[in-house]
């Protein structure tokens, strides 16, 4: 179960930071905006509060695979 819950959390998180990436080069003037519509937290936090955040949690979910991994 713990291989399913690192792998999810890398793959969503660098999906989540590609797309922050992706809008950073296309529309850089959006970064200021909140991630969604919605007025509640974590949805209506900046653009790119939410791209380092999905950023250092890839990086601790690829660890967390490798880690698990190589203990199998």
């Known amino acids: ?8 959390v890398f ?3 660098f999906l989540t930071w590609s797309y922050v ?3 950073q080069v296309t529309h850089p003037e959006w970064l200021d905006a909140p991630f969604s519509h919605l007025a509640f937290p974590p949805f209506d936090w900046r653009l790119d509060d939410v791209g380092m955040m999905a950023f250092a949690l890839a ?3 690829f660890l967390l695979w ?6 199998r």
């Open 59 to 61: 990086a601790t979910g």
């Open 66 to 71: 490798q880690i698990e991994r190589k203990d």
């Open 21 to 23: 990436v992706l809008i």
């Open 11 to 13: 793959v969503f998180s």
């Open 1 to 8: 179960m713990f291989h399913a819950i690192t792998l999810t």
